[in-house]
């Protein structure tokens, strides 16, 4: 396996637009699953509040909060300490200027992620400009925005008219003109995600938006086949880990029941003379 070799920066993942190279990012829930995403070559791990739902078992990504995310993230740092971590800002986190700072500063400091990642265009231009102002490496999702969703009337392909591509064509321009390195595009017609990725100078990542976005973000537990509650359309299964833990589970039970576990190698020894003082000592306990 191939270990990254040292943390992308933020002028990498920028310059990524003019170089060609496709930046791959990979949402991750835990320790476990960041280790995975830094020996596979993920170049950006992040920190979804997707987490909500893989890990904590809600039926949306709305109840996350602050310091569910900042516990998250701080053990993804951990698990994966040469790669570089943005953390998605949860649910009402960033409604204004003053929580989304106090938010943000959070994430960069108990956390240690590199960048944050609010949801949201023009409506949100002046807290993601507050941000980056303040320092803070920022960037931003638009297309389906989980947080919104119920907006949208649930889960909806967004952009599928002039008008609807307009405005996101509109979002996109606003993030960057608020000094955002990059933005993230969801659930978008690939031919829309492609003629607005042309109009920027930063980068886009794509989830459900088609081949020509200058990346890829998937969540590992879909992608690796843990999250099995459902499957949306543009996640590929490049394995079926739910179903090897399934088995292994299954022989564990198995062999438990039948006596089969745990055998001598999985068993620890003390020697015969040891144990025969011991049932001495055991025996006159008894006679007391």
């Not at 590199?114 to 949201?120: H, L, Y």
């Not at 931003?140 to 919104?148: A, K, N």
């Not at 967004?158 to 000094?179: F, P, V």
């Amino acid at each position: 396996m191939d270990v990254v070799k040292h943390k992308r920066t933020i002028s990498e993942i920028r310059d990524s637009k003019h170089t060609g190279e496709k930046m791959v990012y990979m949402s991750v829930p835990d320790y476990t699953s960041a280790k995975w995403a830094e020996l596979g070559g993920v170049d950006v791990a992040v920190a979804g509040d997707s987490l909500a739902m893989i890990a904590h078992g809600f039926s949306n990504t709305i109840p996350a909060t602050m310091d569910m995310m900042v516990m998250h993230s701080s053990a993804i740092r951990r698990g994966a300490p040469n790669t570089f971590v943005l953390g998605c800002m949860p649910y009402q986190s960033y409604n204004t200027v003053d929580r989304a700072l106090l938010n943000a500063t959070r994430f960069m400091q108990e956390a240690g992620v590199d960048a944050v990642k609010p949801q949201g265009g023009k409506s949100q231009a002046n807290i993601l400009r507050s941000l980056v102002d303040a320092g803070i490496p920022t960037a931003s999702h638009i297309g389906l925005t989980p947080h919104t969703v119920a907006m949208f009337g649930g889960f909806k392909i967004q952009g599928r008219t002039a008008d609807s591509a307009m405005k996101i064509l509109e979002d996109a321009l606003a993030i960057q003109d608020a000094g955002c390195f990059m933005l993230e595009f969801e659930a978008v017609p690939d031919d829309v995600a492609k003629v607005i990725t042309k109009e920027l100078e930063i980068p886009t990542i794509g989830i459900g938006a088609g081949v020509n976005t200058d990346g890829q973000i998937l969540l590992c537990h879909d992608l690796l086949g843990v999250f099995t509650d459902f499957k949306p359309k543009f996640t590929k299964r490049y394995a079926k880990l739910t179903e090897v833990a399934v088995d292994g589970i299954a022989a564990y039970v198995k062999d438990v029941k039948s006596g089969q576990f745990p055998d001598g190698d999985h068993s620890y020894s003390i020697e015969e003379a040891e144990l025969e003082k011991f049932q001495s000592l055991v025996e006159k306990r008894r006679q007391i």
